[in-house]
């Protein structure tokens, strides 16, 4: 079991996915510390992502990746029952510290594509943040980003939309 594989929980044909804002940004820091390594004189101003100001404009671009991610997925999501509500699993959606949604899936969807879902969601909040943040500092990597973070949309969209058919056995007597 990965570390990735623990944020995920089936429930019948529903998966939820949770994604930690801590793994989040400890992503984003890691980028933006690689990236200014090749700035020339301004690169702490770049790989700054600690500073309450810039948290907080992080944070505001990953909670609009976030949005994004919801509106794609929105014919995906389960409608929440009062069951669900209650159910300590999906208390995680009041918590702020990380954000979770609840996929509700065709049978046809297969199980080990759950774990590339969550993946793709993550890259593509990553992605998002950093080229909003670049989008003042490096507008050049601002837009590599910017591209990343469309493949990524892309990608997850192309993942929901998997199907397999059910595998058909031919029996033979003899």
Known sequence: MSLFDRYIHFKKNTFTVTLLRKRLMYDISLAAHISSLSVEGDGHLVADTEST????????????????????????????????????????????????????????????????????????????????????????????????SANNITDLKAHLDTRVSPARTHLDPF
């Open 53 to 148: 100001s810039r948290l907080n404009r992080i944070t505001e671009s990953l909670d609009r990746a976030w949005m994004n991610i919801m509106a794609k997925t929105s014919a995906y999501q389960k409608d929440l029952t009062d069951e669900d509500i209650n159910d300590e699993e999906t208390d995680s959606l009041e918590d702020n510290e990380s954000y979770s949604i609840a996929l509700r899936m065709p049978v046809a969807f297969p199980r080990s594509l759950a774990t590339v879902v969550k993946n793709d969601m993550h890259d593509y909040m990553v992605n998002y943040a950093i080229a909003d943040w670049y989008s003042f500092l490096k507008k050049d990597e601002a837009e590599r980003f910017a591209i990343l």
